[in-house]
T-cell receptor, first 116, second 114 residues
Framework: GAVVSQHPSWVICKSGTSVKIECRSLDFQATTMFWYRQFPKQSLMLMAT?????????EQGVEKDKFLINHASLTLSTLTVTSAHPEDSSFYICSARAGRENSPLHFGNGTRLTVT | AQSVTQLGSHVSVSEGALVLLRCNYS??????LFWYVQYPNQGLQLLLKYTTGATLVKGINGFEAEFKKSETSFHLTKPSAHMSDAAEYFC????????????FGAGTRLAVHP
């Protein structure tokens, strides 16, 4: 089946540094990927929609300069958290669609970011 | 506006008992409906989905859900709970033309006790 690989699975960084999270579709091409953020014991909040070869579409309230998204190829999207602060600590999950519009999304295993 | 409501943030059942997790949606157009399961510190795994056709949908691990348009519901059931079913369950909707932009419910944590 369709596999989405997310790396790293966890990262600890110091306040003020930047962190890059990769999301790869391993056995299919994904023209569209989605980035979610999940706070402890809460649901997933869509941050942005990443389209290959074009600018990402951010949800209301998500700072595009803070959360840089690049979708350089049909199998890779990256999320960079710039100048991270402790409030950015969270679980970040990417997903990708394999196939047609009503095909389900496949999710990566998430990245737990802790900013100290 | 489209929304998803999951009744009950926590559900506890005995092993072998019926599992019922409730999901209601609000939408002005026919939705696509999904149930996902999440284990601790992991991403989401698709249990089942409804797009068109038969309203009773069977998924993995013995789960099934029925789309009831008149009740705007898509409740998840399993006849007999297993200890390994303990996890967080999310109901989600998307809409034709929405490019799979999923809207998630708040989630229901299922506990299974011996």
């Amino acid at each position: 089946g369709a596999v989405v690989s997310q790396h790293p699975s966890w990262v600890i960084c110091k306040s003020g540094t930047s962190v890059k999270i990769e999301c790869r579709s391993l056995d299919f091409q994904a023209t569209t990927m989605f980035w979610y953020r999940q706070f402890p014991k809460q649901s997933l909040m869509l941050m942005a929609t990443s389209n290959e070869g074009s600018k990402a579409t951010y949800e209301q309230g998500v700072e595009k300069d803070k959360f840089l998204i690049n979708h350089a190829s049909l199998t890779l999207s990256t999320l960079t958290v710039t100048s991270a602060h402790p409030e950015d600590s969270s679980f970040y999950i990417c997903s990708a669609r394999a196939g047609r519009e009503n095909s389900p999304l496949h999710f990566g295993n998430g990245t737990r970011l802790t900013v100290t | 506006a489209q929304s998803v409501t999951q009744l009950g943030s926590h559900v506890s059942v005995s092993e072998g008992a019926l599992v019922l997790l409730r999901c209601n949606y609000s939408s002005s157009v026919p939705p696509y409906l999904f149930w996902y399961v999440q284990y601790p510190n992991q991403g989401l795994q698709l249990l089942l989905k409804y797009t068109t056709g038969a309203t009773l949908v069977k998924g993995i691990n013995g789960f099934e859900a029925e789309f009831k348009k008149s009740e705007t519901s898509f409740h998840l059931t399993k006849p007999s709970a297993h200890m390994s079913d303990a996890a967080e369950y999310f109901c989600a909707v998307s809409f034709p033309g929405g490019y799979n932009k999923l809207i998630f419910g708040a989630g229901t944590r299922l506990a299974v006790h011996p």
